[in-house]
């Protein structure tokens, strides 16, 4: 089967049409994913032990700083196990939007000459920090190992809770992506809001602590936080103590929302883009 022509500025595009485009071109984007990785750790001695690196020293500074320093112990114990199953899944999130600021003006050649669906080079992104991701689970394994601490049944739960960070991500990534060109202080925007969007989501803190500490307003607020819901599933596997489905239901309409808002936005804004890349 031949592909698709390549999109021409102007193009309208069905979501089906994308979505058929991006499948034909799944070769080109695993060679690129590849490419990504290899780059990324090309010369470096420690390699892929830099995938973790960065969240374990941050556990370890936060769980200094919680239990020695302030003496408070905040989540479940152990407590390295409860930041480190929070810190990695942030660093895929963080990494993948931070990393579309730059997606399409990092490529700009290839964006503007060739056929390949412009999308993909968000998924690229996504799908290479996904697998950082993945690499930095047999450390998450260790430490649950060292501190017998076996997962629970609701380790069933991990593929939903990828899938939807996935589609939180691409939803995000397809919004920044092309707004990074056509704004440049946008990167400045988007660096601020993720530190506070780190603070206000349950990484360094518990679900169930907002819930039976604060309540009311707060927790209702916070339940409509769509990285409260993915992390509520990442957790549990270790601690089935902080489930809470109402936290998951929200953040699955809203990842669902967001990836529509994506598709929009992308679709609306990448002849603006064309012409500013």
């Known amino acids: ?59 370890a500074v936060y769980w200094f700083v919680f239990t020695q320093i302030l003496n408070r112990h905040i989540g479940f114990p152990p407590f390295i196990l409860f930041l480190v199953s929070g810190q990695l899944p942030w660093y895929w999130m963080s990494g993948s939007i931070t990393g579309a600021l730059n997606a399409l003006r990092g490529e700009s050649q290839m964006v503007r000459s060739t056929s390949v669906p412009r999308e993909l080079w968000v998924l690229r992104i996504i799908l290479s920090r996904g697998m950082e991701y993945v690499f930095s689970l047999p450390v998450l394994a260790l430490i649950a190992l060292y501190y017998l601490k076996p997962p629970t049944w609701n380790i069933i739960w991990t593929p939903v809770a990828i899938l939807m960070s996935f589609v939180l991500l691409m939803g995000l990534g397809m919004i920044v992506a092309p707004l990074a060109v056509l704004v440049p202080d946008l990167r400045s925007i988007i660096k601020v809001g993720m530190r506070v969007l780190y603070f206000m989501s349950p990484i360094l803190y518990s679900v169930t602590d907002v819930v039976e500490k604060r309540g009311g307003t707060v927790a209702a607020i916070s339940s409509w936080n769509p990285i409260a819901g993915i992390m509520v599933l990442f957790r549990s596997i270790f601690f089935p103590q902080e489930m809470n489905w109402t936290y998951v239901w929200h953040a699955a309409v809203e990842c669902v929302i967001i990836f529509a808002i994506g598709l929009y936005v992308f679709n609306r804004l990448e002849a603006a883009m064309l012409k500013e890349i």
């Open 1 to 59: 089967m031949s592909r698709s022509t390549g999109f021409t500025t102007g193009d309208t595009q069905t979501p089906a049409d994308r979505a058929r485009r991006v499948w034909e071109y799944r070769k080109i984007l695993r060679l690129v994913v590849m490419r990504d990785m290899k780059v990324r750790y090309a010369g470096s001695a420690l390699g892929y032990l830099w995938t973790v690196l960065e969240p374990l020293a941050m556990s």
